[in-house]
């Protein structure tokens, strides 16, 4: 059974970088055709893809958000992280990671965590 | 980046109604198409992938159709649990772009 949670602050101050953490289980980023993505959603507004890794540290990222975004994975802690650069107020959403295998739907995803930016 | 266009942004339905949502791409994206559900304060729900494939558990009411750049998604008799927020995406090209949702309601 697969599951995941994203952990990290809930407030940040602008310009700050975040850093998002996606725990999981049920499967193994060392295997192939496994990845994690995260996706962010403002409130009451749409889902936004923002970036992917996979068990080959292959990694994707937004073209709009490409130079503020790393993803990493530690394959031994079963986690990927996130780190968001120059935090700004409209970067305020709920942040989901989810279990996205190679060429599949995203099949499973964390609860979210929401993270606010203000001063 | 394709982008995903859900129509209609808003729905009001009876209980026991067929209820019909389109998701047009600016691009032919074959069958790489999913539709999720989101309740409010959840994480949205995978329903159907591959444009018409149930994902498992899902009851049946719940189909999907299309391919190239024009996807329906079908609920064929409305349960008042089906009251959510549905999201198309495409995961034919990077950015996997999502469509803008179309909330259902009870009417």
């Known amino acids: 059974q697969i599951s995941l949670k994203e952990s990290g602050p809930t407030l940040v101050k602008p310009t700050q970088t975040l850093t998002l953490t996606c725990t999981f289980s049920?499967?193994?980023?060392?295997?192939?055709?496994?990845?994690v993505g995260w996706i962010r959603q403002p409130p009451g507004k749409a889902l936004e893809w923002l970036a992917l890794?996979?068990?080959?540290?292959?990694?994707r990222y937004s073209p709009s958000l490409k130079s503020r975004l790393t993803i990493t994975k530690d394959t031994s802690k079963n986690q990927v992280v996130l780190t968001m650069t120059n935090m700004d107020p409209v970067d305020t959403a709920t942040y989901y990671c989810?279990?996205?295998?190679?060429?599949?739907?995203?099949?499973?995803w964390g609860q979210g965590t929401t993270v606010t930016v203000s001063s | 980046d394709i982008q995903m266009t859900q129509s209609p942004s808003s729905l009001s339905a009876s209980v026991g109604d067929r209820v019909t949502i389109t998701c047009q791409a600016s691009?032919?994206?074959?069958?790489?198409l999913n539709w999720y559900q989101q309740k409010p304060g959840k994480a949205p729900k995978l329903l159907i992938y591959d444009a018409s494939n149930l994902e498992t558990g899902v009851p049946s009411r719940f189909s999907g159709s299309g391919s190239g750049t024009d996807f329906t998604f079908t609920i064929s008799s409305l349960q008042p649990e089906d009251i959510a927020t549905y999201y198309c995406q495409q995961y034919d090209n990077l950015p996997y772009t999502f469509g803008q949702g179309t909330k259902l309601e009870i009417k």
């Open positions: 890794i996979y068990w080959d540290d292959d990694k």
């Open positions: 989810a279990h996205s295998p190679y060429s599949n739907a995203m099949d499973v």
């Open positions: 049920g499967f193994s980023l060392s295997t192939s055709g496994e990845g």
């Open positions: 691009q032919d994206i074959s069958s790489y």
